[in-house]
């Protein structure tokens, strides 16, 4: 048991060191963000949003949060956009209610905001499709 468990912590060292990737951005699909916290009004407000969204993108846009409501969340975050590519953005963050918009390699590809209309981020949405897609 004490191997198995030695074995599973050097596993996930080594994984978040960068010594082993994480899986290739080519198995990846793109990727909104949204950059929560629980008392964040705008994050409120964006849920239903993006929740529609989803409902129409989610088989080709992964919908992702980072929670920066609680240290676990935060270090949840960090493990996230280490691994999806946005490690520099999510240290630099210091605002939540907002979404980023992330090509399989980290690349980012836009923001949504809760001023925008549904439009408006369906359009983002196509955007950052239409720039994922190899040409």
Known sequence: MNRLLTGALLALGLLLTGVVAPAQAQDQQPAAVLFHADWCLNCKLMKPKLAALKADYGDRIEFLRVDY?????RSAGAALA???GFS????????????VLLQPDGTESGTL???MEDAEMRQALDALLAASTPS
């Open 69 to 73: 409501t609680t240290d676990e969340g």
């Open 82 to 84: 280490k691994a999806r």
């Open 113 to 115: 905001s809760v001023t």
């Open 88 to 99: 520099k953005l999510y240290s630099e963050n210091r605002s939540t209610g907002w979404v």
